[in-house]
């Protein structure tokens, strides 16, 4: 795939150095740079002190300001953050997160790969009824569901429980067309023929044939489901905002923004923690690290399997 | 594109296999049975996370709201909770405010995401990933990490454009953030931002599907990167722009992340039904009238829904429609 892509973009493009392709570069380098400068600045901001942001010191971004002892400090606060009912709350919202992300990120697993299957593979009935409902949840955004799964998980009084976030986090339907586009275009047919021949059970052969060839699609879903669940918002707060030592790292950074003096000076006069933007900006950063991690892992799955993944975006 | 080049197989009597075999009930009967095992895990998944609370919204939005005086009110009250999120008066102002977005940001995002991946088609190698890398960051950190990006980017005080936002006569973000007019844009840029770089790399998706030989021939009968990219490229992609606007267009609708955080680094100094799905929320978590959560929600998803029916049956991109 990279290489025809590679030809066909080059096709057209003259290699050498006229008006159009100078221009071209310089626009595009332009664009990355509007995109870099503000993110360079933020994550200097996590890793320089509260009088240096606020002296607005450092020069260039406040690169020059980047301090050891600033780092140790908003560490210091942010883990200091919670109280005596929820101490190191921040390292529990971690916790929390990672349960959800990843109980929830193997339910779609458990869930995907066999019905992606199925679905590609296999005749049943309701079989494009349910294809339909798939695409349809997956081109909807998942916040228009909030409230009704709220109501939902509010009458089997579970409000403020980890549990049912992980397991609707296990719907994504995402994860099932990504499989179901994987084990339509893959998987050679005369090899489930074969082994129908040979007398194995349609769920032994999903088993034992379709599932060791799909590493890619295993790769794939387990990582746009993690990174969905990580970053998810409105669900958590939703369905967990009622007790502050259950909810995620979303949903807690936001806690921390409405306690900082910054923006909430009478909520934060009586705290003895003081979050200002460094403290702000290392906690969020810390809660980007796990996706950055999962991206290089599955990096070189993402690489092939991008214009599959690209429907979605 | 894998899924409009491959051949559709879905639904039954489309698959081509040799007569006879198919027909054979016992092993017809093992094969639905096996496929029943398999769809099991993720039917039940779809039912508690998709389908279960539809119909539940659905049921409690017929219900009665409760009032102060009577707090525990239930039974059916036809279309009550409808008419009451109906006449709300911030009902029809959350519409306004997401139509102040949309046209701001759509017709920017649109042109910037096709205008970007044809720039990153064009551009062959290593430039054009790392550059296509680039424009991904902001939107892979996720909504609360961006909002953060810009608390930095509206704070006046420590801003890296903090000349600019001086020279308006800003000194606060609670008043760069509430003055009059400047939430519309400021939202249009969070959400560009946020989601340019996931749709540049879908779009160069569909482009990376338009067949070489067509550019071959075109570049051989004389055209410069410009036409080709204008000329046959543009068209070739259409479905994916059309793509591209329905699901953005969805997405606008459903807005709450933004508008909701933004109005607590400002200290409240918005309002705090701005969207649709905010006051939605408002009517579950502070009114406490469910039936007009619910009758808010079956609205969303209601729209929703019709753009999604559109892009599941319309646009091209998915074979189910070939039937």
Known sequence: MSTSTAQSARIGTVRRWD?????????????????????????????????????????????????????????????????LDTPHVYLTWLGNTAFVAVVGGVLALIAALPSGYALA???????????????????????????????????????????????????????????????????????LEAARIDGLGEVAIFLRIALPISKQAVALV?????????????????????????????????????????????????TPIKLYMPELALATAISTIPLLIVFIVAQRFLIRGQTVGAVKG | MTTNTVPTR?????????????AHPPMRRREVAGAWTLMFPYIVLLLIGGIIPIGYALWVSFQKSPTLLQPDLTGFGGLNAYAKAFTDFRFAQSFIDIFSVLIIWLPIMIIAVVGLALLVHASPGRFGAIMRFIYYIPGALGGVANLM???YLLNPSQSPISGFLHALGLTTIKQVVATDGDLPVILSAM??????????????????????????AASLDGANAWQLAWRVKLPMIRQWIGYAALLNLAY????????????????????SEYTPTQLGYWFAFVGHDFPAAAAMSVIIVII?????????????????EEH
């Open chain 1, 19 to 83: 008006a159009g392709r100078i221009t071209r570069i310089v626009f595009m380098t332009f664009v990355a740079l509007v995109f870099l400068y503000p993110l360079v600045g933020f994550f200097a901001v996590a890793l320089r002190s509260d009088a240096g942001v606020a002296g607005n010191t450092g020069g260039f971004l406040g690169l020059g300001g980047l301090s050891w002892s600033g780092i140790q400090h908003s560490w210091n606060a942010i883990i200091a953050y919670g109280g």
């Open chain 1, 121 to 191: 593979r296999l005749q049943f009935r309701f079989q494009r009824l349910i294809l339909i409902v798939t695409l349809l949840a997956m081109v909807m955004p998942n916040t228009v569901l909030v409230i009704p799964l709220f109501l939902e998980v509010n009458a089997v009084n579970a409000v403020g429980e980890l549990w049912p976030v992980a397991i609707i986090m296990g719907f994504f339907p995402f994860g099932v067309y990504l499989s179901y586009i994987h084990f339509r275009t893959a998987m050679p047919h005369e090899l």
């Open chain 1, 222 to 270: 387990a990582f746009f489901s993690f990174v969905a669940n990580w970053t998810n918002f409105f669900l958590p707060l939703a369905l967990l905002t009622s007790s502050f030592g259950t909810q995620t790292i979303s949903v807690g950074i936001q806690s921390l923004i409405s306690s900082s003096p910054l923006f909430n000076p009478t909520a934060a006069a009586g």
């Open chain 2, 10 to 22: 879905v639904g039954a009597g489309t698959t081509v296999r040799p007569p006879g075999r198919r």
């Open chain 2, 149 to 151: 990006l810009w608390v």
């Open chain 2, 191 to 216: 959400l560009l931002l946020q989601g340019l770089g996931q749709w540049v790399v879908t779009v160069n998706g569909g482009l990376n599907s338009i067949p070489d030989e067509i550019l071959e």
């Open chain 2, 252 to 271: 606008g609708f459903q807005l709450f992340l933004e508008p909701y955080l933004l109005n607590q680094v400002a200290s409240g100094a918005l309002p």
């Open chain 2, 304 to 320: 929703t829904l019709a753009i999604g029916l559109v892009v599941v049956f319309r646009s091209g991109l998915f074979s189910v």
